[in-house]
């Protein structure tokens, strides 16, 4: 008997896949359970409006990832944490802890099997990419530091953010007077 399957079936098949199976696995239990419709030339046509319907959601699903991914990409999250002397973490920094981090700082939430590192041991910069399943494969940048040095860090990098953001606004007031100059040279000639 020829059935159209509404939901995964264990080595059968997927939802909206047309399948020919006997009739009293079909009757006894795909049909009782909801699980399969016979395949008529009626639910033919329903099935696909679904699967038209499914890759619509897909390809939407696909462009809100796409979108999470280029609004996380390079990110840098800092951590303090107890290192010995040599630099080894006396512990580390778990995908668990880099999702929270991440949360806080932009508000978006990855589960931590996304994240695809193993816990960082070490201090310095690591380049950690998130796995998305889309065409965007977006790296996080976590830095870590001694816990001792963490605000010391913290303020050299804003005032080093805070510095790129005043030679900025710098920049075009510079470019401006000679411009000006040079303006006011060819009036006098």
């Known amino acids: 008997m020829k059935v159209i399957l509404l939901d995964y ?3 059968h098949g997927v939802a909206g896949e047309v399948i020919d199976v006997a009739d009293g696995f079909a009757r006894n239990y795909l049909f009782p359970k909801r699980l399969a419709v016979k395949a008529t030339p009626s639910e033919l046509k329903r099935a696909a409006r679904l699967r038209e319907q499914a890759a619509a959601r897909r390809a939407a699903l696909e462009q809100q990832l796409n979108e999470l991914g280029r609004r996380i990409d390079g ?4 951590f303090g944490r107890r290192a010995a002397s040599t630099g080894k973490l006396f512990g580390s920094v778990t995908t668990a802890e880099i999702a929270q981090a991440l949360f806080e700082q932009t508000g ?10 193993q816990p960082l041991r070490e ?8 796995r998305l399943g889309t065409e965007v494969a977006p790296v996080l940048k976590v830095i870590i530091v001694r816990e001792q040095e963490l605000a010391e860090f913290l303020a050299r990098r804003a005032a080093a953010q805070a510095g790129e953001a005043l030679s900025a606004e710098a920049t075009p007031a510079a470019e401006a007077v000679p411009a000006a100059e040079a303006a006011a040279d060819t009036d006098k000639a």
């Open 9 to 11: 079936v264990y080595k």
């Open 75 to 78: 990110v840098e999250l800092v």
């Open 108 to 117: 978006v939430d990855i589960n931590r099997r996304r994240i695809s590192q």
């Open 123 to 130: 201090v310095g910069t690591h380049e950690v990419p998130v």
